[in-house]
């Protein structure tokens, strides 16, 4: 009785253990193509999030608008994520790459917000400048 416990047990171990990684897809997409697709299903997603009234009947063009960017379709993107993600290693390497391009966005972004902000500031001073010589 205990010998066939063990065995089942050894079994279990074995059988939960899968290291499936799926057949390479013939209309796979590239890794760096991924990349850009992947950031800008980000950028859709946190943009969908931040709809207003108005704009929730376009909820989903968001991501319709990067199948078309990128002239994919929802299957051909599906079964290449379904590819990446079956390699830990592969997609981690993708979604470390999409963090690059979105923090350099980010920064980018902060920049050009802070350039204006500066631009604003020396703008009010001369116009306080004026008042106060006046």
């Known amino acids: 009785m205990k ?31 991924m990349v850009m697709i992947l950031r800008d299903l980000y950028i859709a997603n946190t943009a969908r999030n931040h709809k207003t009234c108005k704009e929730q009947k376009y909820e989903d063009a968001y991501v319709h608008f990067i199948y078309d960017k990128y ?22 390497e993708i979604l470390s790459q999409v963090k690059i391009e979105l923090d350099s966005l980010i920064e ?7 350039l204006s902000n500066e631009e604003d500031e020396k703008l009010n001073e001369k116009a306080l400048e004026k008042l106060e010589i006046k």
Not at 3 to 30: A, E, R
Not at 86 to 91: E, I, L, M, R, V
């Open 71 to 92: 002239k994919i379709d929802t299957l051909r993107f599906s079964t290449s994520n379904i590819y990446y993600t079956s390699d830990y290693w592969k997609y981690k």
């Open 108 to 114: 980018q972004k902060q920049k050009e917000f802070n």
């Open 3 to 33: 010998g066939i416990i063990q065995l089942l047990i050894i079994l279990v171990l074995f059988s939960c253990t899968s290291n499936t990684i799926y057949k390479k897809p013939k209309d796979l997409i590239p890794q760096d193509s």
